[in-house]
């Protein structure tokens, strides 16, 4: 049974004292040292326990394997009233639930433009009042299979993407992305903002659903792992997936629709960002179907509602575990600065929860200048990733890292050990209702979203 | 009148081990002008400690490096940690050496080395409390592992035993002190000649007083293979012994086990002897404790079983030897040990006196083994009189010249009209050299036996009590 040990040359891996490594390396013993250094303060006892658990290492390998064999494809697009059963007065929002005494400035904005757009109130101040009435009822995108862009607001009208999963039969929903600038999603909620989702409703959301019943359903799985190598990284560059995305859907576009064609595609072309909505709703998939797998220690989701910062694991259910939301560290648009920075927001860190996003940095060198830090900092961030990451992305490949995998599933308990929280790339908001966006970055999560959900599985 | 001057600092995120950290301690703390210097990760000890003596420490947690220097001056104090940027750098260098290999970022965990290098055995050496991820680390990835770490909770020695035995890996340990592994000396390990014998033991220090014997007498070993302390008891049921045993049984070098065990409990004790009896490879087995063998003996049996002569064990006298029964009979009897195999076997065959064993766990939380730092031992044998029975463990990973400290320590006693012996369990091809640190301690006056049985027997011959 252990007869390799006593054969051959000794290869010996150190992690504890200097003075035990040193003296092999006298002894000329090949070897190589983890850096290690101690667990996340008071995280000791919990990761004894879910270290222990014996369904730990085969729950993480069904997780891991089933976030990375997923195939997510568009198949459709629809209004969330008829796909979601969304009633009339109920938002869904981005990251884990909240009500609106707690909500920031552009969650409050979008909230306030998503009433105006469904004809609750006239202007923002009646909004305003019809919200904090409690006479919306808000609820979490993620309970609803869908995920959302910053403040994530979608109200019935909205059209939704609707991305499939042939492996495990999953489905879920995406809004469409509005573009940069004054747009609902980063809180504002001005006439053209109002104006912009109603063409969205009206024209953009029923040319892409003819479209796609044209073209048939297109292959997200494929289209990303592309994009990664045309240098997006999913989150804050998708303009490869963009452009990958148009010469896919394009000719069913003219066909389904010759008056409004060109007016759609000059719209999801002149946005770098339109994919990203349909890259969200394919990670919402591929993380759902790794859900609810008892002793599981992956994160399944990771979302923030502009106050919050929130996670879900595998083996803990629809548990949400959250820290405060921290301010992104990065570039700002015109005049704004720091100052004007509302706290991390948005489901689309359900990017970096499957392998993409922060995680895939190495991939995108375009991204690092925009922000901040130079490539190497990117492929670092990268490399980093994998010290908490149970498995290597199969589909999603690294040209720069010699087409290595990025790193994906994040394990609370690796975050735990090595005390290297996710890396996020992100847009920034501004801080107050109806600004849209400052800038973009990077933002650390909070580590005792990750300490208080090891603990909840310490105690499972 | 006091110009002391102070710098306190605390560093996020920055781990050294506290056996590293008490070299740059030392090494700040021996400049001139520098009364005192703390450098260690901010655990509640630790931050205590330098409160205690004064510092004005900020909040730190156990995850930060903590610096406290204290300097008759400010010059000094600029030099001191002109010296602790030094100090750091070399052992950044050190680390990566260690992480070379790959050209990337160290990895952070025993998984993630394992994946990038292919390894045939992991080392864990990380505070107890911790190890057990790194061990798992190691089983899951199909690798045995030595577990040096002491103060592991024994439920998690089980449950990796458990997973290591689905896996068909070996687990040393925990608190497994030495092992040689195709030559390796893992731990505390002597430099011992290759030869026939294989050696699973449940004792570090047993396991080297055996090994070192064996070589003096000429016969080398195989592989010797640590299971730990606690492997034999009803808890862990002996599942490291027994894999062990099937390990060397299957290895072609190994001709003859020498079995070092503590009094298993009863159930295990009956396993272990089928798997014995089961063996193609002949066993000597040595059981520590009362009415047992002792370690010597048990190695003379060995030699016999190898057709091989027992020499006389060598021994060392100093010119002008305490004789029995000189000063007032009987005298005390006082065992500072590092050892706790050797300091058991002393008091068994003492019969009676004071043993203490410094390498137990109680003084080991937060501080690194007596074999590392002779501090706390050397405290103690400044101030015992009457008869002091020691052991000097020499090998790998151990102090790289005991008698430096320790043979003007002696000396003291000595002049104090103490009678000093001392068991220098090591081989001539060791580091430290065994000749070199057996004549230092000799012309300190203490008699000094490669055997701990003789030194044992004839420190109570001195104390009065001669059996």
Same mark, same amino acid.
């Given at each position: 049974?252990t007869?390799? @040990?006593?054969?051959?040359?000794?290869?010996?891996?150190?992690?504890g004292?200097?003075?035990?490594?040193?003296s092999?390396?006298?002894?000329?013993?090949?070897?190589?040292?983890?850096?290690?250094?101690?667990?996340?303060?008071?995280?000791?006892?919990?990761?004894?326990?879910?270290?222990?658990?014996?369904?730990?290492?085969?729950?993480?390998r069904?997780?891991?394997?089933r976030?990375?064999?997923?195939r997510?494809?568009?198949?459709?697009?629809?209004?969330a009233?008829?796909?979601?059963?969304?009633?009339?007065?109920?938002?869904?929002?981005?990251?884990?639930?909240?009500e609106?005494?707690?909500?920031?400035g552009? @969650?409050?904005?979008a909230?306030?433009?998503a009433?105006?757009?469904? #004809?609750?109130?006239?202007?923002?101040?009646e909004?305003?009042?019809l919200?904090?009435?409690?006479?919306?009822?808000?609820?979490?995108?993620?309970h609803? *299979?869908?995920?959302?862009?910053?403040?994530?607001?979608?109200?019935p009208s909205?059209?939704?993407?609707? &991305?499939?999963?042939?492996?495990?039969g999953?489905?879920?929903y995406?809004?469409?992305?509005?573009?940069?600038?004054? &747009?609902l999603?980063?809180g504002?909620?001005g006439q053209? &903002?109002i104006?912009?989702? *109603?063409?969205?409703?009206?024209?953009?959301?029923?040319?892409?659903?003819?479209a796609?019943?044209?073209s048939?359903?297109?292959?997200?799985?494929s289209?990303?792992?592309?994009?990664?190598?045309?240098?997006?990284?999913?989150?804050?560059?998708? *303009?490869?997936?963009?452009s990958?995305?148009?010469?896919e859907i394009?000719?069913?576009?003219?066909?389904?629709?010759?008056?409004?064609?060109?007016?759609?595609?000059?719209? &999801?072309?002149?946005?770098?960002h339109?994919?990203?909505?349909?890259?969200?709703?394919?990670?919402?998939?591929?993380?759902?179907?790794?859900?609810?797998?008892?002793?599981?220690?992956m994160?399944?989701a990771?979302?923030?509602?502009?106050?919050?910062?929130?996670?879900q694991?595998s083996?803990?259910?629809d548990?949400?575990?959250?820290?405060p939301?921290?301010v992104?560290?990065?570039?700002?648009?015109?005049?704004?600065?720091?100052?004007d920075?509302?706290?991390?927001?948005?489901?689309?860190?359900?990017?970096e929860?499957?392998?993409?996003?922060?995680?895939?940095m190495?991939?995108?060198?375009?991204?690092?200048?925009?922000?901040?830090?130079?490539?190497?900092?990117?492929?670092a961030?990268?490399r980093?990733?994998?010290?908490?990451?149970?498995?290597?992305?199969?589909?999603?490949?690294i040209?720069?890292?010699?087409?290595r995998?990025?790193?994906?599933?994040?394990?609370?308990?690796?975050?735990?050990?090595t005390?290297?929280l996710?890396?996020?790339?992100?847009?920034?908001? #501004?801080?107050?209702?109806?600004?849209?966006q400052?800038?973009?970055?990077?933002v650390?999560?909070?580590?005792e979203?990750?300490i208080a959900a090891?603990?909840?599985?310490?105690?499972? | 009148?006091?110009?002391? /001057?102070?710098?306190?600092e605390?560093?996020?995120?920055?781990y050294h081990?506290?056996?590293?950290?008490?070299?740059?301690?030392?090494?700040?703390?021996s400049r001139p002008?520098?009364t005192?210097a703390? !450098?260690?990760?901010?655990?509640d000890?630790?931050?205590e400690?330098?409160?205690?003596?004064?510092?004005?420490?900020?909040p %730190?947690g156990?995850?930060?490096?903590l610096?406290?220097?204290?300097?008759?001056?400010?010059?000094?104090?600029?030099?001191?940690?002109?010296?602790?940027?030094?100090?750091f750098a %070399?052992?950044?260098?050190?680390?990566?050496?260690?992480?070379?290999?790959?050209?990337e970022?160290?990895?952070?965990?025993?998984?993630?080395?394992?994946?990038?290098?292919?390894?045939?055995?992991?080392?864990?050496?990380?505070?107890?409390?911790?190890?057990?991820?790194?061990?798992?680390?190691?089983?899951?990835?199909?690798?045995?592992?030595?577990?040096?770490?002491d103060?592991?909770?024994?439920?998690?020695?089980v449950?990796l035993?458990?997973r290591?035995?689905?896996r068909?890996?070996?687990?040393?340990?925990?608190?497994c002190?030495?092992?040689?592994?195709?030559?390796?000396?893992?731990g505390? %390990?002597?430099?011992?000649?290759p030869g026939?014998?294989?050696?699973?033991?449940?004792?570090?220090?047993?396991?080297?007083?055996?090994?070192?014997?064996?070589?003096?007498?000429g016969?080398?070993?195989?592989h010797?293979?640590?299971?730990?302390g606690?492997?034999?008891s009803?808890?862990?049921?002996?599942a490291?012994?027994?894999? /062990?045993?099937a /390990?060397?049984?299957?290895?072609?070098?190994?001709?003859?086990?020498?079995?070092?065990?503590?009094?298993?409990?009863p159930?295990?004790?009956?396993? !272990?002897?089928q798997?014995?009896?089961?063996l193609?490879?002949?066993? !000597?087995?040595?059981?520590?404790?009362?009415?047992?063998?002792?370690?010597?003996?048990?190695?003379?049996?060995a030699?016999?079983?190898?057709?091989?002569?027992?020499?006389e064990w060598?021994?060392?006298?100093?010119?002008?030897?305490?004789?029995?029964?000189?000063?007032?009979?009987?005298?005390?009897l006082?065992?500072?040990?590092?050892?706790?195999?050797?300091?058991?076997?002393?008091?068994?065959?003492?019969?009676?006196?004071d043993f203490?064993?410094?390498?137990?766990?109680?003084?080991?939380?937060?501080?690194?083994?007596?074999?590392?730092?002779?501090?706390?031992?050397?405290?103690a044998?400044?101030?015992?009189?009457?008869?002091?029975?020691?052991?000097?463990v020499?090998?790998?990973?151990?102090?790289p010249?005991?008698?430096?400290?320790?043979?003007p320590?002696? %000396?003291?006693?000595?002049?104090?009209?103490a009678?000093?012996?001392?068991a220098?369990?090591?081989?001539?091809?060791?580091?430290?050299?065994?000749?070199?640190?057996?004549?230092?301690? !000799?012309?300190?006056g203490?008699?000094v036996?490669?055997?701990?049985?003789?030194?044992?027997?004839?420190?109570?011959s001195?104390?009065?009590?001669?059996?």
């Amino acid at each position: 049974m252990t007869m390799s @040990m006593l054969q051959g040359e000794p290869r010996v891996i150190t992690v504890g004292a200097s003075v035990l490594a040193e003296s092999l390396d006298r002894q000329a013993v090949p070897r190589l040292g983890v850096e290690w250094r101690p667990p996340l303060p008071g995280t000791s006892q919990a990761l004894a326990k879910v270290l222990a658990d014996p369904r730990r290492e085969a729950a993480n390998r069904t997780a891991a394997g089933r976030l990375t064999s997923a195939r997510p494809r568009l198949v459709a697009a629809r209004p969330a009233r008829e796909v979601l059963g969304l009633p009339a007065r109920t938002f869904l929002h981005a990251g884990p639930p909240i009500e609106w005494e707690r909500a920031s400035g552009p @969650m409050r904005g979008a909230l306030a433009g998503a009433a105006i757009f469904e #004809g609750l109130a006239a202007n923002a101040e009646e909004a305003e009042r019809l919200l904090a009435s409690g006479g919306v009822r808000l609820d979490s995108c993620h309970h609803h *299979r869908t995920v959302g862009p910053m403040a994530g607001v979608v109200s019935p009208s909205m059209w939704m993407f609707e &991305v499939a999963d042939d492996e495990y039969g999953g489905t879920a929903y995406c809004s469409l992305n509005e573009g940069l600038g004054k &747009v609902l999603r980063y809180g504002a909620y001005g006439q053209e &903002v109002i104006e912009r989702l *109603r063409w969205m409703g009206e024209v953009l959301g029923p040319v892409l659903a003819a479209a796609l019943e044209l073209s048939g359903p297109i292959d997200l799985r494929s289209l990303i792992a592309q994009a990664l190598q045309m240098g997006d990284e999913l989150h804050n560059r998708n *303009r490869a997936a963009t452009s990958l995305f148009v010469r896919e859907i394009a000719p069913s576009i003219v066909d389904a629709s010759p008056r409004h064609a060109a007016d759609v595609l000059r719209f &999801v072309n002149g946005n770098d960002h339109f994919f990203l909505n349909a890259g969200m709703a394919a990670g919402k998939v591929c993380a759902d179907a790794a859900r609810d797998v008892p002793g599981s220690s992956m994160v399944v989701a990771m979302a923030r509602n502009g106050t919050d910062f929130g996670i879900q694991v595998s083996g803990l259910g629809d548990r949400w575990f959250t820290g405060p939301a921290g301010v992104p560290d990065g570039l700002y648009l015109g005049a704004y600065g720091p100052q004007d920075a509302n706290p991390d927001i948005g489901d689309s860190t359900i990017t970096e929860t499957t392998g993409l996003g922060g995680f895939a940095m190495a991939a995108s060198p375009a991204i690092v200048r925009f922000v901040g830090g130079d490539v190497s900092d990117a492929v670092a961030a990268t490399r980093s990733m994998y010290e908490i990451t149970l498995a290597e992305h199969p589909a999603y490949q690294i040209p720069g890292l010699g087409f290595r995998g990025t790193p994906t599933g994040i394990d609370v308990a690796l975050v735990a050990r090595t005390g290297l929280l996710p890396v996020v790339n992100t847009g920034i908001a #501004g801080r107050v209702a109806g600004t849209g966006q400052v800038g973009a970055g990077l933002v650390t999560p909070p580590a005792e979203a990750f300490i208080a959900a090891l603990t909840a599985l310490g105690a499972h | 009148m006091t110009t002391n /001057a102070d710098r306190v600092e605390v560093r996020p995120g920055v781990y050294h081990d506290s056996v590293s950290l008490m070299r740059v301690s030392q090494a700040l703390g021996s400049r001139p002008g520098v009364t005192l210097a703390v !450098v260690a990760m901010a655990t509640d000890l630790n931050v205590e400690l330098a409160r205690e003596a004064g510092f004005a420490v900020p909040p %730190a947690g156990p995850t930060d490096l903590l610096v406290a220097i204290r300097a008759g001056g400010e010059a000094e104090l600029e030099e001191a940690a002109a010296e602790l940027e030094r100090q750091f750098a %070399a052992l950044a260098r050190g680390a990566a050496a260690g992480g070379a290999a790959t050209g990337e970022m160290a990895p952070r965990t025993t998984r993630a080395v394992a994946r990038v290098f292919d390894a045939s055995l992991v080392l864990v050496s990380v505070p107890g409390e911790h190890a057990f991820a790194e061990a798992m680390d190691a089983v899951e990835a199909g690798l045995p592992v030595m577990i040096f770490s002491d103060n592991v909770p024994v439920e998690q020695e089980v449950l990796l035993k458990r997973r290591a035995a689905e896996r068909g890996v070996l687990v040393m340990g925990p608190d497994c002190g030495t092992a040689v592994v195709g030559g390796a000396g893992l731990g505390f %390990a002597n430099v011992l000649r290759p030869g026939p014998v294989g050696v699973v033991a449940a004792s570090g220090t047993g396991a080297q007083q055996v090994t070192c014997l064996l070589d003096h007498a000429g016969a080398g070993v195989s592989h010797v293979l640590g299971v730990g302390g606690r492997d034999l008891s009803s808890a862990v049921g002996g599942a490291s012994t027994l894999a /062990a045993l099937a /390990a060397l049984d299957a290895d072609p070098a190994t001709e003859l086990i020498v079995l070092i065990s503590k009094p298993p409990a009863p159930e295990v004790a009956q396993t !272990v002897r089928q798997a014995v009896e089961g063996l193609a490879t002949p066993v !000597v087995t040595a059981l520590l404790g009362p009415g047992q063998d002792d370690l010597t003996a048990a190695t003379e049996k060995a030699l016999r079983a190898l057709g091989l002569p027992v020499p006389e064990w060598p021994s060392w006298t100093p010119p002008e030897p305490s004789a029995p029964g000189e000063g007032p009979a009987p005298r005390e009897l006082h065992g500072l040990y590092s050892g706790g195999t050797l300091c058991a076997e002393a008091a068994i065959i003492a019969g009676s006196g004071d043993f203490t064993d410094f390498g137990d766990d109680a003084y080991t939380v937060g501080r690194p083994h007596p074999m590392i730092d002779p501090t706390v031992r050397l405290e103690a044998l400044e101030r015992a009189s009457g008869v002091v029975l020691l052991d000097v463990v020499l090998g790998h990973a151990a102090d790289p010249d005991p008698a430096e400290r320790l043979a003007p320590a002696v %000396a003291r006693a000595v002049g104090r009209g103490a009678s000093v012996v001392v068991a220098l369990v090591g081989t001539a091809s060791d580091p430290q050299g065994l000749g070199r640190q057996a004549q230092s301690l !000799v012309a300190a006056g203490a008699t000094v036996f490669t055997s701990n049985a003789a030194a044992a027997r004839h420190a109570a011959s001195l104390a009065g009590r001669s059996r």
